[in-house]
């Protein structure tokens, strides 16, 4: 079967998880303050509509308040267009929301388990023509080799690309544009790992604005990032933005929040 290069942003439907009040307690690498449980509600609420305004038909899953970092639907789970992968994640207080996304996903696509190893969907760009997965502290060699097995089934190459330091996902530092191109923070972009691709960097002081999302013709970025919006809007882009501030305060941005479908 031929593959969409385009399936990579053209998307009809996200999952995406209310926050539960123990968010305020979810995981971070650096601790600069707890985020605010009613802002984290009334941003997420915002997303929700810019997904919508991008063409999507938003599902809405119940808070689970005993798994404080729920609302980052994105890492249990990786779905393409053939169907979904069920991932397992290396971080303890996370492990049982694969279950819990089983759940919501099994009604809309078939559902393969990875076997072994740990990898979090946060650490894996599909860009319609092959995955690239980042091996960071969340996701090993292990899990890729099991994801690329299944991956291979349906026609995609997985490509491993090691992590810099200081990037908790791959797709914290990195977006797709379009199928040829990634936007990407400088330290990533310069290292290598996107070869065979055009990469833009995010202007300096604007690294959070890599965490970004192409949804249909629409570019989902972070509010609070003039110069980025600014150069997408020059390259043609349609640029919307969304605050993500409470998301940003546990390592969490515009990709973890959804899964695109
Ligand atoms: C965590 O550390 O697991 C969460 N606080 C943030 C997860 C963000 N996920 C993502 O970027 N895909």
């Not at 099991?146 to 914290?172: C, F, N, Q």
């Not at 509010?223 to 969304?242: D, F, I, N, P, W």
Request: aromatic share 6%.
């Amino acid at each position: 079967m031929l593959s969409d290069p385009a399936a990579a942003y053209r998307f009809t439907r996200a999952i995406l998880r209310e926050p539960a009040p123990s968010v305020v307690s979810g995981l971070r690498a650096e601790d600069r303050g707890d985020p605010s449980f009613d802002s984290f509600l009334s941003e997420h609420l915002a997303y929700r509509a810019a997904l919508e305004a991008a063409g999507l038909s938003v599902h809405v899953e119940p808070a689970l308040p005993e798994l404080p970092d729920s609302v980052f639907v994105e890492d249990p789970a990786f779905v393409l267009p053939e169907g979904g992968v069920l991932l397992r994640m290396s971080a303890p207080s996370r492990e049982e929301e694969t279950d819990e996304i089983a759940d919501a996903l099994a009604a809309f696509v078939e559902l393969t388990e990875l076997q072994q190893g740990y990898v979090d969907g946060g650490d894996l760009l599909f860009t319609g023509r092959e995955v690239i997965a980042g091996l960071s502290r969340r996701t090993d060699e292990e899990g890729l080799q099991a994801l690329s097995r299944i991956l291979a089934d349906w026609g995609y190459p997985l490509r491993p690309v090691a992590m810099p330091e200081g990037l908790l996902h791959l797709k914290t530092g990195c977006a797709l544009l379009d199928e040829e191109t990634v936007l990407a923070v400088p330290l990533l972009a310069r290292s290598g790992v996107f070869s065979g691709y055009r990469v833009v960097e995010t202007p300096e002081g604007e690294e959070a604005a890599a965490n970004a999302l192409r949804l249909n013709a629409v570019m989902l970025i972070a509010s609070g990032y003039r110069e980025t919006a600014e150069m997408l809007s020059v390259m043609g882009y349609e640029v919307l933005t969304t605050p993500v501030t409470q998301a940003e305060l546990l390592d969490g941005g515009l990709s973890c929040m959804s899964i695109r479908f």
